[in-house]
């Protein structure tokens, strides 16, 4: 078992993502200006897409689509990545930050890839439409074709729903505060959280943006992960 010396408010892992996530989104918006596209260059593409990079598997959950988006994600790696670091240690932490992030991009792209065979089966004309970020507005299936196959994927999400798990498994009967104020044990809320990104994710919203299946990923790659280091007990609390 690993025990902490002392407890920090700002580990130094956490604390260094929470500097990158930050300075990543600082340059995404101030070098727009000067023609730097950090969305094409960094954010995830699909397979099919001109702009994939195989990068873009590890640099995509450094990019945030707005500061909201940024302030969600870091407040939950702040509130739950702390207590994870301090028991785990530094490098275990990380080792488990970015497994959880790429599993969920790969979760993300099996399921989109899946999607967009599903939808260019018997039209390869579409595909290339979807590569130049166009459609047909004739075919039903080319809007969402070119959709997925066109938009990038960004944010720390899968990386921090790995974390939410694994402060679900090391402390379920802790208490979260929905809304400050409802009162929720952290194994029922991760369950009830995981099934909404079920529900989310198999309802396939066009209109929904929210990259369900990666958040879905993350969690089950940190589940995995924890469940070897617990059968190896290699310090896991």
């Known amino acids: 078992m690993y025990r902490p010396s002392s407890f920090s408010q700002l580990p130094e892992i956490v604390k260094n993502l929470l500097i990158i996530n930050g300075l990543f989104f600082l340059a995404t918006i101030s070098l727009e200006s000067y023609g730097i596209n950090f969305t094409k260059l960094f954010a995830l593409h699909q397979f099919q897409s001109p702009d994939f990079m195989p990068h873009q598997l590890i640099t995509h959950f450094f990019m945030h689509g707005n500061f909201t988006h940024l302030l969600f994600n870091m407040f939950a790696l702040w509130m739950f990545g702390k207590i994870l670091e301090n028991v785990w240690g530094g490098k275990r932490f990380l080792t488990y930050y970015m497994i959880t992030g790429i599993g969920a991009a790969f979760v993300h792209l099996a399921v989109s890839q899946y999607q967009i065979i599903e939808l260019a089966n018997?039209?390869?004309?579409?595909?290339?439409?979807?590569?130049?970020?166009?459609?047909?507005?004739?075919?039903?299936?080319?809007?969402?074709?070119?959709?997925?196959?066109?938009?990038?994927?960004?944010?720390?999400?899968?990386?921090?729903?790995?974390?939410?798990?694994?402060?679900?498994?090391?402390?379920?009967?802790?208490?979260?505060?929905?809304?400050?104020?409802?009162?929720?044990?952290?194994?029922?809320?991760?369950?009830?959280?995981?099934?909404?990104?079920?529900?989310?994710?198999?309802?396939?919203?066009?209109?929904?943006?929210?990259?369900?299946?990666?958040?879905?990923?993350?969690?089950?790659?940190?589940?995995?992960?924890?469940?070897?280091?617990?059968?190896?007990?290699t310090q896991f609390y």
Request: overall charge positive.
């Open 122 to 233: 018997g039209f390869p004309e579409l595909m290339e439409l979807a590569k130049n970020g166009r459609y047909n507005p004739g075919n039903v299936n080319s809007l969402r074709l070119t959709q997925l196959v066109s938009t990038p994927t960004v944010g720390a999400s899968g990386a921090v729903f790995g974390i939410l798990l694994a402060f679900g498994m090391l402390f379920p009967n802790t208490l979260l505060y929905i809304y400050f104020a409802i009162p929720v044990k952290a194994k029922y809320f991760v369950i009830i959280y995981g099934i909404m990104e079920l529900y989310a994710g198999i309802s396939n919203n066009p209109a929904d943006n929210v990259a369900h299946f990666a958040h879905l990923g993350g969690m089950l790659f940190g589940f995995i992960l924890l469940k070897y280091w617990q059968k190896n007990n």
